[in-house]
């Protein structure tokens, strides 16, 4: 797979807030604002919320339950909107996208480090010509902070392209992978949408 890159130029006042969201993400806010007095979680909502994910961003292995759900919060709320080099949101709003009801945020920061940590590979072997070999490693989640209410987060530039309009993608759905409480059961689920229309898979390890 080819990871493309695309120059962005910044200004410092580049922040996208809730005030700026697109369908999807108004949907989901006003699903939250509806619900959240009821102490409802995303997994009860009857409309789906989702996005179209690219495949390039599914096949990442040793993430938690919880960071693979703050990956997929990120990109859904990236998606329609990829150039601000920030975004701006409600803290109890991300973690009843990612369906997590705790108020003790100390594993919700664990599960941001490691999202942080991940990294989206790209290896292309050239068998004829090992100078022609290729090869790229970009953070999945740039700087992220939680204060006064607030969850702030920046993707990277290298990733924008492939949250809006990838050319090879999944419809991911945020009511079902926040339903899974097993990180290997959403991992699987994410794989094997991307196989649903051939009706078959190979072995998984």
Not at 128 to 156: C, E, H, Y
């Amino acid at each position: 797979m080819h990871l493309y890159f695309v120059e962005y130029k910044m200004c410092n006042s580049s922040i996208i807030k809730m005030s700026d969201k697109s369908i999807p993400q108004q949907l989901a806010l006003d699903i939250f604002r509806d619900i959240r007095l009821t102490d409802s979680s995303i997994t009860d909502v009857q409309k789906e919320i989702g996005y179209n994910k690219s495949n390039l961003l599914i096949d990442v292995s040793d993430l938690s339950l919880v960071a693979r759900r703050v990956l997929n919060g990120c990109y859904f709320l990236a998606a329609e909107n990829p150039n601000p080099e920030y975004y701006d949101l409600p803290v109890e709003f991300f973690k009843w996208l990612i369906n997590y009801d705790s108020r003790n945020h100390s594993h919700l920061k664990k599960a941001i480090r490691e999202a942080q940590k991940a990294s989206v590979v790209i290896n292309i072997i050239d068998s004829n010509d090992q100078k022609r070999d290729k090869w790229a490693s970009v953070p999945m989640l740039g700087a992220t902070a939680i204060s006064n209410g607030r969850v702030i987060f920046k993707i990277p530039d290298e990733l924008r392209p492939q949250l809006h309009n990838p050319l090879g993608f999944t419809y991911l759905s945020l009511r079902i992978t926040a339903a899974f409480n097993s990180q290997y059961a959403i991992t699987l689920y994410e794989k094997l949408s991307t196989l649903k229309q051939q009706g078959g898979s190979d072995w998984f390890e």
